[in-house]
Nanobody
Framework: QVQLVESGGGLVQAGGSLRLSCAAS????????MGWFRQAPGKEREFVAG????????YYTDSVKGRFTISRDNAKNIVYLQMSSLKPEDTGVYYC???????????????????WGQGTQVTVSS
């Protein structure tokens, strides 16, 4: 089992920045590829960014490329999502997730992730 707790969400104006954190406890954090997802009201949960176990390889959905950065500190059991140049369409609940099995490919599918945090709200005002 892996327990995940997100923090760092809040209200920010368009163009601003936020850094989300996801603290993990339980099994060895470095064993798990990690992902960030978000869900806006009335919409399905969508992939935002993902990282391999080491953090060397990352992947982003097109809408956040160049604005968001996923990183991880395996010594501290934390994964981050640095968000810059925020837009109102970035508003939603942001979740971090851990993938139990490492296929070598960063998955964008929520169903491929086993462990989830409770989410943190990000609201971007125009």
């Amino acid at each position: 089992q892996v327990q995940l707790v997100e923090s760092g969400g809040g209200l920010v104006q368009a163009g601003g920045s936020l850094r989300l954190s996801c603290a993990a406890s339980g099994r060895t954090f470095s064993n798990y590829p990690m992902g960030w997802f978000r869900q806006a009201p009335g919409k399905e949960r969508e992939f935002v960014a993902g990282s391999t176990r080491t953090g060397i390889s990352t992947y982003y959905t097109d809408s956040v490329k160049g604005r968001f950065t996923i990183s991880r500190d395996n010594a501290k059991n934390i994964v981050y999502l640095q968000m810059s140049s925020l837009k109102p369409e970035d508003t939603g609940v942001y979740y971090c997730a851990a993938k139990r099995y490492d296929s070598g490919v960063i998955s964008t599918k929520p169903n491929d992730y086993t462990y989830w945090g409770q989410g943190t709200q990000v609201t971007v005002s125009s």
